[in-house]
DNA sequence: CGCCTTGTACCTAGGTACAAGGCGGTGCCCTAGT
């Protein structure tokens, strides 16, 4: 017997005993036919939030996702459920992203996975009328916000694509802060949307920031962290040079150390996200291409040789410690220069008006106010990166602070609060 | 912002020294021509 009781599904297909907070809204605001915006922390389960209405709904269930390892990744937890999963990407040979869209224009698919570029791709477009969807899901939702307007413009047109999908959409991200949560609504062009906005605070993260002066001073300094933490340990580093340079140093002083960023081939970063999925105790250095989906518990520590360029993208990467809930370490060396690389980004992504003549050309086309204001936003954004680097308060309240979230009060967790001794001890060493 | 490469001056032949300028980070997509 079928049935589409959510609560059946949950127990029956995945063996789960009860929704998670925030889980139910965003399951029944899909059934209900409503857009919905679920921010949702790290392991908070958003997958079961579009998979449950997959299984209790007719028709369709789209899910946008950004990367093709994240869609082989939702692909194999579809079909764990026993959903009828597939995905289109261009890492599959033609006959078989045909064959999959006409099992998907025969209703044999229940669940189908995208790129934003392929929904606009005209390959797709002839398909579009043949689908009948009952759910837009758009997972990494920040992505319209922190990409669409530049790297990968699709994100923009996600708003035009639902309407033609005529479907409701749920977006869901683990990172937003208020106002990139507007941005979402509005590009999606949400309408009475359900919102369900979790907790960003996660009490076994330890906060620092220490000082390095050289490059030289900081391979000491993250030698020094590094060797004696526990567990997995991931650094960041702002480019690939400096990546492989960190990579050289930490081998040199004779530690195990992979490097990992775009640059390198693909059978070469398998193999690096393999080792540090399945290593005891593994080393990556990585630009911030390392990450989405990567989804090991126990890692204790994860060192910023240089600050992200905005503090979701620092949360985001920082928190990839602790999945397990035990104590876990997020430090970021500081020194003079930081945050010049990512004030070169921003000439180069949100580039600032520079001839009379660009001026009134921008005025005249209506996009002067959007242009100025999308760069005034990403320059607040190192803005508050800076702050929480510089703060003589609690940096936990910072961070939560950008993603409005209000915190009173020492949070024993962060080295203002504790001192530095204090979090460095929290972590325990080999 | 800081780095690395490239170019020029130096003056008589291949190095050195320094200035100028470009570049740095994320990924989908699959055209047209080997």
């Not at 060396?333 to 009379?356: E, K, N, Q, V, Y």
């Not at 760069?375 to 409005?404: E, I, M, N, P, S």
Request: glycine share 10%; net charge positive; with cysteine.
């Amino acid at each position: 017997m079928t049935t589409s009781d959510p609560l059946h599904i949950l127990r029956d297909r995945f063996g789960f005993p009860a929704f998670r907070t925030g889980q139910r809204e965003l399951v029944d605001a899909a059934l209900a036919g409503r857009d919905a915006l679920g921010v949702l922390p790290t392991g908070g389960g958003k997958s079961l939030c579009f998979q449950v209405p997959c299984i209790a709904l007719p028709g369709l269930t789209v899910v946008v996702s950004p990367l093709i390892s994240l869609m082989a990744d939702q692909l194999r937890r579809a079909r764990e459920a026993g959903i009828q999963a597939q995905a289109i990407h261009s890492g599959l040979p033609p006959a078989q992203r045909d064959q999959v869209g006409r099992a998907a224009a025969a209703g044999e698919v229940e669940l189908l996975l995208v790129a934003p570029e392929r929904l606009l791709a005209p390959s797709f477009e002839p398909l579009i009328p043949l689908l009948h969807v009952s759910l837009l899901v758009i997972d990494e939702a920040h992505c319209i916000s922190c990409w669409g307007h530049d790297f990968r413009p699709a994100y923009r047109e996600l708003g035009r694509i639902r309407h033609r999908l005529g479907a409701p959409v749920q977006a869901l991200t683990a990172t937003a802060t208020p106002k990139v949560r507007a941005e979402i609504e509005e590009i999606l062009g949400f309408r009475r949307p359900v919102r369900f906005v979790g907790s960003f605070d996660r009490e076994n993260l330890l906060w620092a920031v220490r000082p390095a002066r050289s490059p030289a001073e900081r391979n000491q300094v993250l030698y020094d962290l590094v060797h004696r933490a526990p567990g997995a340990r991931l650094i960041y580093a702002a480019t690939r040079k400096r990546v492989e340079r960190i990579r050289a140093s930490m081998a040199r002083r004779g530690l195990r150390t992979e490097a990992y960023h775009a640059g390198l081939p693909e059978g070469e970063r398998t193999r690096v996200q393999a080792f540090f999925m399945e290593a005891r105790r593994p080393l990556v250095v990585a630009t911030n291409a390392f990450g989405m989906g990567i989804d090991r518990a126990d890692v204790r520590l994860v060192v910023h040789d240089q600050l992200s360029g905005s503090l979701e993208d620092y949360y985001q990467e920082a928190g990839r410690a602790g999945r397990d809930g035990e104590a876990a370490l997020c430090v970021a060396l500081r020194g003079p220069g930081d945050g010049g690389i990512h004030r070169a980004f921003l000439d180069r992504t949100h580039p600032p008006i520079r001839s009379p003549g660009e001026l009134v050309r921008l005025w005249r086309s209506g996009d002067l106010g959007s242009r100025l204001e999308r760069r005034h936003a990403q320059l607040a954004k190192l803005r508050a990166v800076d702050r929480y680097a510089g703060t003589k308060g609690c940096r936990r309240r910072v961070l939560l602070g950008w993603f409005g979230e209000r915190r009173s009060g020492p949070c024993e967790g962060c080295d203002r609060c504790r001192g530095w001794p204090g979090v460095l001890g929290a972590i325990g060493s080999r």
